[in-house]
């Protein structure tokens, strides 16, 4: 059974660093990818970042290039998000999610963790 545990969020000043992490377990095959997604309240969930597991290809929203990295720890079975230079529109509870293929559509995502909330303080 696929699962997803992410963790990490809390309470943030504007301008600081958070890093977030999903340990996934489950998978049988590799061919899998990870994205995160993110939801502010009265606004729709919205996709971060992406990585492919395989081959360690990553893809960011506009809105966080250049700021957030995602990266994968093989050993840990654990995808990072590391966000930098947060800012007050940053906030929004935080969900990784996985899909076996490289489209992340969220409605297209097969496996979700529970959310973690990422408050930044202006």
């Known amino acids: 059974e696929v699962q997803l545990q992410a963790f990490g969020g809390g309470l943030v000043q504007a301008g600081g660093s958070l890093r977030l992490s999903c340990v996934a377990s489950?998978?049988?095959?590799?061919?899998?990818?990870i994205a995160w997604f993110r939801q502010a309240p009265g606004k729709e969930r919205e996709g971060v970042a992406h990585i492919v597991i395989r081959d360690g290809a990553t893809e960011y929203a506009d809105s966080v290039k250049g700021r957030f990295t995602v990266a994968y720890d093989n050993a840990k079975n654990t995808i990072y998000l590391e966000m930098n230079s947060l800012k007050p529109e940053d906030t929004a509870v935080y969900y990784c999610?996985?899909?076996?293929?490289?489209?992340?559509?969220?409605?297209?995502?097969?496996?979700w963790g529970k959310g973690t909330l990422v408050t930044v303080s202006s």
């Open positions: 489950g998978f049988t095959r590799d061919d899998y990818s």
């Open positions: 999610a996985a899909t076996y293929g490289t489209n992340w559509s969220p409605r297209l995502m097969d496996y």
